[in-house]
């Protein structure tokens, strides 16, 4: 006969007679209940209880939800030359690039920025992009994110090409676009919150979003840019240029120099800007909460 004092009891009587009272969920909305009462009891802190929330919400939601669409995706030609390469990796600020051939929609491998500098200082006329390409992971819109993340980790992989019902490109997902759905938004230096300022001084220069309204980014530097042909800033860059510019570009507007960070082939997203030799600093201003 075994002796139950013998062996160590995992949960003290007074819990199992709280499981016993409260009972198991019976489904993801009530152990989301029971996890949301226990941050405010303070057994969780909040960091903890979104993460969790945002665990369930991957097991939930498919490629197709969180993927870059076509349009926004920064993709580098098979036929380019290495001066241009390096230009565009540069101007992109990214890690790893789709590489696509004469078709234009077909993505041909994964560059790894890494492995391209490797070669910067080889003979131009000797250099081969396909020799270092990494191949490229293809996946279904529908594919759910917690299976994709689990292949990504298994495969040590960091980027995925989605593919549409037809076979054709319909956009592209990273490792961090998952871990974003967990996590929340992770920010690089030029990265500004959809919901928070426009604006964002950093030393002696401002990375300011292209949606910006042109009221808004006179009355922050005390400008008198026009409004008369676009009310947005990008729209003011593009009106002047007669064209979208293209990442890494630099447009003058008055005492303003503007450098495009972030675009795509229908819209500027996201603008760094300076002002031009000789110019004052601007006034200082309290950035849109």
């Known amino acids: 006969m075994n002796d139950e004092r013998s062996e160590p009891s995992h949960k003290s009587w007074l819990e199992r007679l709280g499981l016993a009272l409260m ?12 996890l949301r009462d226990a941050q405010q009891r303070e057994l969780l802190d909040t960091d903890a209880l979104t993460m969790m929330e945002g665990v369930m919400k991957v097991s939930e939601l498919q ?22 390469l390096i230009t565009e990796v540069v101007e992109s600020g990214h890690s790893r690039l789709p590489v696509i051939d004469e078709n234009k929609d077909n993505v041909i491998g994964i560059l790894i920025v890494k492995d391209l500098l490797a070669h910067a200082f080889d003979r131009l006329e000797d250099f081969d992009l ?20 689990k292949e990504f980790r298994g495969n040590r992989l960091h980027m995925a090409i989605v593919v ?13 676009d998952v871990l974003e759905e967990i996590v929340g938004e992770i920010d690089d ?10 604006i964002r001084p950093q030393g002696d220069t401002f990375i ?4 910006t309204p042109v009221e808004d980014f006179n009355d922050y ?4 840019l026009s409004d008369e042909k676009a009310d947005t800033l990008g729209g003011l860059v593009m009106m002047d240029l007669g064209r979208l510019p293209k990442g890494g570009e630099i447009i003058d507007l008055n005492r303003f120099r503007l450098r495009v960070l972030r675009a795509d082939n229908r819209q500027i997203h996201l603008l760094e800007m300076t002002l031009r030799d000789g110019q004052e600093s601007p006034p200082a201003a309290v950035a849109d909460e």
């Open 23 to 34: 009972g198991e969920p019976k489904d993801r909305d009530e152990l989301m209940e029971m």
């Open 63 to 84: 490629v197709r939800d969180v993927m870059i669409p076509r349009a926004q995706m920064v993709v580098l030609e098979h036929d380019w030359s290495l001066e241009r």
């Open 130 to 149: 396909r020799a270092i390409l990494r191949p490229a992971k293809f996946i279904p819109e529908s594919k759910r994110l917690n299976i994709l993340l």
């Open 164 to 176: 549409d019902e037809y076979g054709g490109v319909a956009g592209l997902i990273t490792i961090e």
């Open 189 to 198: 230096e030029h990265d500004i919150d959809d919901e928070g300022a426009f």
């Open 208 to 211: 300011i979003k292209a949606l």
């Open 221 to 224: 530097f005390q400008a008198d």
